[in-house]
């Protein structure tokens, strides 16, 4: 999961006001729930000493939002009086959460906004395609192609001159999945996407695959349901690519608790890997986190840190102040200050789902792939 969306968050001091919101239902009861939540809310904020004009924005952004616009709900970070962002999220919180801290409560998200890769779909035809992206905001358009209009349908003659017009749909069909497939890797690469799903025609989807640079096909998936006119669209369709989308991120998660097993400190191979906080700090201090991962159970996660305004202020104790360049550093929790310096160094993010763990790794719960390896040192 990439956090650049969380940039507005890193250039404010704080302290702040962050909350995890459920609109509830769309009906009279559930209005009178959600004011009434908004009213704990704001309370538990204030009881926490949260100033008067941020409690004043959260509760004017959270009585605006409405459960058919945001079904799943919202988080919320406001500071200094105003709501600095405030983000769609993809599952309902478990029981809403409200709390001013020094920093924004970062841990939640990752599990409430979900870590599905973002999926560019290519609805395909003989003619061109249409582009979606799918991202933990929803659906959006990602632009279409248009090849030759003409011709591109068979006949069932023998005759030469059909033979011949049949040709000219075979050189149509090829010339037009070679568009396709040269929009369609444009697209991946202004799009950032991890996976890219092929829907429609059964004799395009292939010839547009096989055009595809190698790296943009070795995240490529077809489905045979649904297509490209309006309307085609259908559960099955939404159900494979579903799929498609769950099997990427188990083979990515298994990628990566391999590459952390092998790359660890102990192997016998130069350090690819490092877990506990204070190791993951000395990586994340000097931007050699490539991912960082997250089990949700660890111990470590609100383990006491200290940091300074910048994100690069982070220090396991409080008598390495000296070292942040920050004469006023606060007392934090391990798992916000290390996303907050994710965020900023743009690593990834990766959740290790419980189920995908047997052997408790990374230890504590953090842990990170590096951007490059380092010989470990003797003492």
């Known amino acids: 999961m990439r956090l650049s969306f969380l940039q507005p968050l890193l250039d404010r001091p704080g302290p702040w006001a962050t909350v995890y919101f459920d ?24 009881q926490e000493g949260a ?5 004043a924005a959260v509760r004017d952004d959270l009585t605006g939002l409405s459960p058919a616009d945001d079904p799943a709900g919202r988080v919320v970070f406001a500071t200094g009086g105003e709501v600095v962002l405030s983000h769609r999220l993809s599952r309902r919180p478990e029981g809403e959460l409200a709390c001013w801290a020094p920093l924004p409560r970062l841990t939640p998200l990752l599990e409430l906004c979900g870590q599905d890769p973002v999926s560019l779909v290519a609805y395909i035809d003989r003619t061109g395609a249409d582009f ?44 037009n999945a070679a568009e396709i497939a040269e929009a369609l890797a444009a697209a991946h690469e202004e799009s950032g996407a991890d996976l890219v799903v092929l829907v429609g025609d059964p004799r395009e989807r292939p010839a547009v695959r096989d055009r595809l640079p190698e790296a943009v096909r070795a995240v490529t998936v077809e489905t045979e349901h ?30 990566a608790l ?38 949700p159970d660890g111990p470590d996660l609100h383990r006491e840190m ?14 390495d102040a000296d070292f942040l360049g920050d004469d006023d550093p606060v007392s934090v929790r391990a798992d916000d200050a290390l996303l907050r310096l994710a965020a900023a160094t743009s690593a990834d993010v990766l959740i290790i789902p419980f189920e995908e763990v047997t052997d408790d790794i990374p230890a504590g719960g953090l842990g990170a792939l590096l951007r490059w390896t380092y010989e ?3 003492a």
């Open 23 to 46: 609109p509830g239902q769309a009906d009279e009861a559930g209005a009178k729930r959600r004011e009434l939540s908004v009213r704990e809310i704001c309370r538990t904020l204030e």
């Open 51 to 55: 100033d008067a004009a941020t409690v």
């Open 132 to 175: 979606e992206l799918r991202t933990a905001a929803g659906p959006q358009d990602s632009g279409h192609v248009e090849g030759e209009q003409w011709p591109v349908h068979r006949t069932t003659t023998s005759d030469w001159s059909e033979r011949h017009f049949q040709l000219k749909v075979e050189n149509t069909w090829e010339h």
């Open 226 to 255: 649904g297509g490209r006119s309006a309307g085609s669209g259908s559960a099955a369709l939404e159900e494979a690519i579903d799929n498609a989308r769950q099997e990427h991120l188990h083979r990515r998660v298994d990628e």
């Open 258 to 295: 391999d590459r952390f097993r092998a790359g660890r400190v102990g192997t016998e191979r130069p350090t690819d890997a490092v877990e506990g906080v204070p190791a993951v700090v000395d990586a994340a201090r000097e931007h050699r986190i490539d991912t960082l991962l997250v089990r």
């Open 306 to 319: 200290w940091a300074g305004a910048d994100p690069d202020q982070v220090a396991v104790r409080r008598t």
């Open 376 to 378: 470990p040192s003797a």
